[in-house]
Every structure is written in structure tokens, then in C-alpha cells.
């Protein structure tokens, strides 16, 4: 075998330009699957880390009616029968397996009211009631100050956190711990400023996505959800946020957590608003079960390239043959087998079209590289592709290299040395 390998790259070495010729289709056809496995991959990759989070595993379960997020803007609005969630509500849902922490909150997108800090204003912002676990379960982190103490809530302290698009918008250049803002009429404590991750960026998929970010330009207002009932002067039922620890589980989390909260809902009217776990999962696999067929095909069509590919061995391996009928008719005549003639023309085509595969993948890696820095699009290699070029590449020239190398094994040895 290793002879036979020698031979092959031997006779690759003698003829440059045709061996570079014959391998220039398997070049193409590999570097064009490599190439569309690594965007898709990638996208893929992308898709799953906007929509669900990388790290995060957070689900969110809000009250809904007919399929419809509920929003809660007055008194009026409040569905009948949904209780404030309890703190055995609460424990509960953190006891549950695979939730690693637990959150209820109330929100309020604020259009008819303003943030006021001296003559200075914020409007159209989003204002939260939050417990004690709220930053720690969305992963916010604290910038600079304090989060809420127990003592905030108990005490009922109009105190205030900030995320930095509410402190640069209301505050400018002034350090806005310590300071007071005046909400509804109430004042409030500034005492922290939290963000988000430094890379965070907004998924807008769709209308109620960009609207939602709108909100969010304005900056996030928390308070303590004790605090709640003072401005808004009722109690409210809130959502809740779940953590997972594995991204895999967060769908049976929220749903979990949705059916111990609708057991707390007494009335069972048709129009009921009951608690929903979004199903962040279901959306990733539909979108990406729809970038899979999408890859499919495309790979069909790239393997088209191989096949071409693989007619240009076989041919290039039956000029081969006949270039070399001597050579085969004279190791014939001094005992060869069938076996080894057959062997070294399979190697030979084996090596040539692994080598063309080993080169795909490489400029199949290029070419994704090139797409994501000049586009966008995410990239990501996938190593059992990569392998799995290679060994289709080597495939493939065993296949388009039989033919040959059986002709070249069925040789008469007297007619074979009887050629020029």
C-alpha cells in the first residue's frame, strides 16, 4: 500500500497541470458543500443564540388571551381571576427541576406620564416593578451602586435602578446615583445603574419586535414590586421569567412553570386569560428546519460539480492506462497479479481525488471567511463535514478509478508489451 501511495504521488509530480486539472472539479464541488455547511451551520448557530440566548435560558411566561399577549394599562384592564403571584407561587416554580432561578415582575409601557429629573424629562419608556431575583435570572449586570435591598421592599423605599440608556437620556453627563426623579407624583432614589451585555444586540423579527425596542430607546426604569400599588395605585398580576439550566430544557421549564401558575387562576370563563410559556425552541427548529432544506438542495446542486468531477478521473485515469500499457505489460511479465495492478491504479485515483478534497475544504473555509467578512453572514465550521468531505472525496475516486484500473489489470501482458 505504501508503495502504491509513493507511485501515486509520483505520477501526480510528473504531470502537475493535468493532475491540478483533474482535482479542479473535486475542488469545486467540495469547497461549494464546505462552503454552504459552514454559512448554514452558522446561521443556524446565530439563530439559536439571538432567539434563545446564549447562556441565558431564559423563558418568559406571560398572561394571554386568545393566543394574545395582555397588556395591563388601567384598573380595567386587569383580567378577572388572575391573582398577584405568591411567593409560594414562586418557590414552586424554582423548585421545579432543570430551573435554576425564577422571577415576577410587573411592566408598564408609560406614554401618558414622565420621568422628571429637575427641568429634564424622559417619555414613551418602559417602567418594571421587579423582585429580588429579577437581575440575577435576566443576567443583568450591575454597572455601578446597588440592586435592590430586602430592606427596600419590606421598608417600601422609593428607591430607583437605571439601565444606561435611562441614565444617559435623563441624566447626560451627571452621575445619577444619589440624585432624585419624580414619577406620577411620587420621588424616587436613584441607587444603581445597570446593562445588558456589552454584545447585545436587538432580534427584530418582526412589528411587535420593533416596537418593543422602540420602547426600550428610552431607557428602563426599576423600581421594587412593592412600590407598584404606590404609583399605580392597585395591584396587578405579574409575569414571570424562568431560567433553565440547560438551553435543551427551557421549554419544559416555562411550561412547567405556566401550569403551576394557571392553577392559582380561579375563574373558567371562555375568554379566560391564562399564563403561556413562550416556546423559543419551537421557533428556532422550525427556522432552522427551514435553512436545512434550503442546504439540501443547494448541496445537490454543488454535488453536481463532483460529478463532473468524477468523470474528469475517469477519464484522465484511461489516458493514464494508455499512456502506461508498457509498463503495465511488462510488471505483468514478471509476475504481477491482477491485485496489485488494480491496487495501484485505485490508490492512485484515491490519492488524487483526497487530495482535491483536502484542498476543498480549505478554500471551502476560505470562501465562508470571505462571505462573513463581506456580508455578515455567520460562519462556523463543522468538523464531521469537514471529515466527511475528505472521506467522499476519497470515495469518489475509488468509484470513477475502477474502470480504469480494471482495464488496466485485464491487460494481456503480450498484446500490452507489443505497444509502443
Known amino acids: 500500500m505504501l508503495e502504491n501511495i509513493r ?13 491540478f486539472l483533474t482535482m479542479l472539479g473535486i475542488i469545486i464541488g467540495i469547497a461549494s458543500i464546505m462552503s454552504i455547511v459552514s454559512t448554514i451551520k452558522g446561521t443556524n448557530d446565530a439563530l439559536k443564540e439571538k432567539l434563545v440566548g446564549s447562556g441565558n435560558n431564559t423563558v418568559e411566561v406571560n398572561l394571554s388571551s386568545g393566543g394574545e399577549q395582555l397588556s395591563i394599562y388601567d384598573a380595567s384592564s386587569i383580567p378577572e381571576g388572575v ?49 429580588d431575583q429579577y437581575f440575577h435570572t435576566i443576567g443583568y449586570k450591575l454597572k455601578s ?10 421598608k417600601f423605599r422609593k428607591v430607583m435602578i437605571l439601565d444606561q440608556t435611562a441614565a444617559v437620556k435623563l441624566f447626560a453627563d451627571v452621575n445619577p446615583l444619589g440624585k432624585t426623579v419624580e414619577y406620577g407624583g411620587q420621588p424616587f432614589t436613584i441607587v444603581g445603574i445597570v446593562s445588558k451585555d456589552d454584545d447585545y444586540e436587538p432580534d427584530i423579527q418582526n412589528v411587535y419586535d420593533y416596537y418593543s425596542n422602540l420602547d426600550e430607546s428610552n431607557g428602563l426604569f426599576f423600581i421594587p414590586k412593592a412600590d407598584w400599588p404606590i404609583i399605580f395605585n392597585y395591584d396587578e398580576p405579574e409575569n414571570v421569567i424562568v431560567k ?17 401558575l394557571n392553577s392559582a387562576i380561579r375563574s373558567n370563563s371562555e375568554n379566560q386569560a391564562t399564563y403561556q410559556a413562550q ?30 468531477g468524477a468523470i474528469g478521473v475517469m477519464n484522465i485515469m484511461l489516458v493514464s492506462v494508455t499512456e502506461r500499457t508498457s509498463e503495465i505489460g511488462l510488471k505483468k511479465a514478471i509476475g504481477a497479479q491482477k491485485s496489485a495492478i488494480l491496487g495501484q ?7 488524487l481525488t483526497t487530495m482535491g ?22 460562519a462556523a465550521i463543522s468538523v464531521p463535514w469537514s471529515a466527511g468531505a475528505v472521506l467522499i472525496s476519497m470515495l469518489i475516486g475509488l468509484i470513477s478509478g475502477f474502470l480504469p484500473a480494471q482495464k488496466a489489470a485485464n491487460m494481456d501482458p503480450i498484446e500490452a508489451l507489443r505497444r509502443e
Open 357 to 378: 478534497g483536502l484542498i476543498g475544504v480549505a478554500v471551502g473555509f476560505a470562501l465562508s471567511y470571505l462571505i462573513h467578512r463581506f456580508s455578515g453572514i455567520p
Open 145 to 154: 451602586g446597588r440592586t435592590f435591598l430586602d430592606s427596600d421592599y419590606t
Open 83 to 131: 391573582p398577584v403571584v405568591s411567593d409560594e407561587i414562586m418557590q414552586k416554580i424554582r423548585d421545579l427541576d432543570n430551573v435554576v432561578s425564577a422571577t415576577a415582575y410587573n411592566k408598564r409601557f408609560v406614554m401618558d406620564n414622565s420621568m422628571y429629573y429637575g427641568d429634564d424629562s424622559v417619555t414613551s419608556f418602559n417602567m418594571y416593578g421587579v423582585d
Open 7 to 19: 507511485l501515486a504521488f509520483q505520477g501526480i509530480a510528473s504531470h502537475k497541470m493535468r493532475s
Open 244 to 260: 433553565a439550566d440547560v438551553t435543551e430544557e427551557m421549554t419544559k421549564a416555562g411550561q412547567s412553570a405556566a401550569k403551576i
Open 345 to 351: 491504479f485505485l490508490t492512485e485515483a484515491a490519492v
Open 279 to 308: 416556546d423559543l425552541l419551537g421557533m428556532v427548529k422550525k427556522q432552522q428546519q427551514l435553512a436545512q432544506n434550503t442546504k439540501k438542495q443547494l448541496i445537490w446542486i454543488a454535488g453536481i460539480s463532483l460529478l463532473v
